[in-house]
């Protein structure tokens, strides 16, 4: 995401990754497991089964995050403003 304009020097925290294929797959496969582990089985059938199914039917996935080490190195090279950046970026 290095088209995106920052506000202090040139720190680029947000980052994307874009999943096709078998890596979007496994992505829900993972997502799926993860859930099944933490509902019951009726819980996970009922709701959260015919959603997960529907995102892993797509044709991709777009992960967007921020880069959590950068924000600490914002902290530490601006320690004035370090109490405001995790409120800024969220």
């Not at 709701?47 to 797509?58: A, E, L, M, V, Y």
Request: glycine letters at 6%; charged letters at 30%; aromatic letters at 12%.
């Amino acid at each position: 995401m290095e088209s995106c304009d920052v506000c202090y020097s040139n720190y680029q925290i947000g980052r994307a990754v874009v999943l096709f294929g078998d890596e979007h797959h496994k992505l829900w496969d993972i997502t799926a497991n993860v859930l099944k582990a933490m509902l019951s089985e009726e819980q996970y059938d009922k709701s959260t089964k015919p959603r997960i199914d529907g995102f892993r039917n797509g044709k991709g996935t777009v992960l967007i995050f921020d880069d959590e080490s950068r924000v600490r190195k914002q902290e530490e090279d601006f320690p004035n403003y370090a109490e405001n950046f995790a409120p800024w970026v969220s």
